[in-house]
C-alpha cells in the first residue's frame, strides 16, 4: 500500500547562516548535511538530493506581524490562509471562528471520508485526558482535529505497546516531568516504530513540538541534547523509508528554533521537506504553508 508520512515540527524555520545562534550551523545536523550535502540557509533555501527536496515556505501569508501557532497550524492542517480568515496572526490555540473550518476541513477527515486508514501517531498522557474531560477546550489544531473528526487519541497504554509516540520521541519528557516509568528508548528505535505504523496506513500523522518550546525558552541545557534526537529521529526516517511506496512530507508552521537570539518566532520562512513518492510533485506545488493539505491530496 502507498502510504502518506507527515511529520509537523512545530517552529522551525530557515534562516541565516549563523554560527552562534542558529543551532542547526552551531551544533550540526547530519539530516541535513548527510542527506542534502549542507544545511540550509537563507543565502541557500533550496537542497535537492535524489529523491529528496528542500525548500523554504511562506508562514507569513501576507498578514503583518510573527507568525502563530494557531492560524499557522490551521492553514497547514485545512489548505486555507487562516491569518487572513481571521484578519491577524493568532495562537498558540485556534481563534475560536476557526473551529467549524477545522471540523469541515481538517486534513484527517479528508481520508476518513474516503474510508483509508488514519493516524495520528502521538500520544497523550493522562493529565491531558482529564483536561478535556473537565470541559476545558483550548486545544491544539491537531488534536481538535482528530476530536472533531471522531478520531481515537492515543493513551500511555499505546505508548508501551510500541502503537504510539510521546511527542519527544524517547518517553524521557513523560518520566521526568509527568511521574511516568516508561522505558526510555532510542530516536531510531522510535523513527522505526514511525515507519512501521505508517506502513499500515494511508495518511499517518506525527508531531514534534519541543523546537518551539526551547526556542521560546532557550533552555540551554537542552538544545543540544533535543536537536541530536530530533537529529538521529528524522536521519532515520528518511535513510530507512521506502522510497517507493512512502510519500514523506516534513513540515513547520513558522520560524523559531533558527535564531535562538530571539524568544519569539521569527519572520523567516518555514521549512519543509519532501522525499520518496511524489516528492518532486508536492515540492513544486507547495509554496506556502496553505498548500500543504491541498498538495498531499492531490498528489498522494
Same mark, same amino acid.
Given at each position: ?63 503583518? %506581524? ?5 492560524? %499557522?497550524?490551521?492553514?497547514?492542517? @485545512?489548505?486555507?490562509? *487562516? ?34 486508514? $488514519? ?26 482535529? @482528530? ?41 531510531e528505535t522510535s ?44 536521519y532515520t526516517i ?7 511506496? =512512502?510519500?514523506?512530507?516534513? @513540515? ?11 524568544? =519569539?518566532? $521569527? ?27 491541498? *498538495?498531499?491530496?492531490?498528489? @498522494?
Amino acid at each position: 500500500m502507498n502510504s502518506v508520512l507527515m511529520i509537523f515540527i512545530d517552529g522551525v524555520g530557515i534562516g541565516k547562516e549563523d554560527y552562534e545562534f542558529n543551532p542547526f550551523f552551531k551544533y550540526g545536523f547530519k539530516t541535513f548535511t548527510e542527506l542534502f550535502g549542507q544545511i540550509p540557509s537563507l543565502k541557500n533555501p533550496f537542497l535537492k538530493k535524489e529523491n529528496k527536496f528542500l525548500f523554504t515556505t511562506d508562514a507569513r501569508l501576507g498578514m503583518e %506581524g510573527l507568525p502563530q501557532s494557531g492560524t %499557522g497550524q490551521t492553514s497547514i492542517f @485545512c489548505g486555507m490562509n *487562516a491569518a487572513k480568515f481571521v484578519g491577524k496572526h493568532f495562537g498558540p490555540y485556534p481563534y475560536s471562528t476557526l473551529i467549524p473550518v477545522i471540523k469541515e476541513k481538517n486534513i484527517f477527515l479528508h481520508f476518513l471520508k474516503k474510508k483509508q486508514k $488514519t493516524f495520528f501517531a502521538n500520544a497523550y498522557p493522562k493529565v491531558f485526558f482529564d483536561y478535556i474531560n473537565s470541559g476545558r477546550q483550548r486545544l491544539s489544531v491537531t488534536s481538535l482535529s @482528530c476530536l472533531l473528526s471522531g478520531m481515537r487519541l492515543n493513551r500511555v497504554s499505546d505508548v508501551r505497546r510500541g502503537n504510539a509516540l510521546t511527542a519527544e520521541i524517547t518517553n524521557e519528557r513523560w518520566n521526568l516531568k509527568l511521574n511516568y516509568n516508561l522505558s526510555i528508548i532510542k530516536p531510531e528505535t522510535s523513527a522505526r516504530r514511525l515507519l512501521r505504523i505508517a506502513s499500515k496506513n494511508k495518511f499517518t500523522l506525527y508531531e514534534y513540538f519541543l523546537t518551539d518550546h526551547i526556542g521560546h525558552g532557550r533552555y540551554d541545557g537542552e538544545i543540544v541534547s533535543t536537536l541530536k534526537t530530533l537529529d538521529t529521529f528524522l536521519y532515520t526516517i528518511m535513510n530507512e523509508m521506502n522510497y517507493k511506496k =512512502t510519500s514523506l512530507i516534513i @513540515c513547520s508552521d513558522h520560524g523559531n528554533f533558527e535564531d535562538l537570539s530571539l524568544k =519569539t518566532h $521569527t519572520l523567516n520562512p518555514s521549512l519543509t521537506i519532501t522525499a520518496g513518492r511524489n516528492a518532486e510533485k508536492l515540492y513544486k506545488e507547495i509554496k506556502s504553508i496553505s498548500q500543504i493539505r491541498d *498538495a498531499i491530496i492531490k498528489h @498522494c
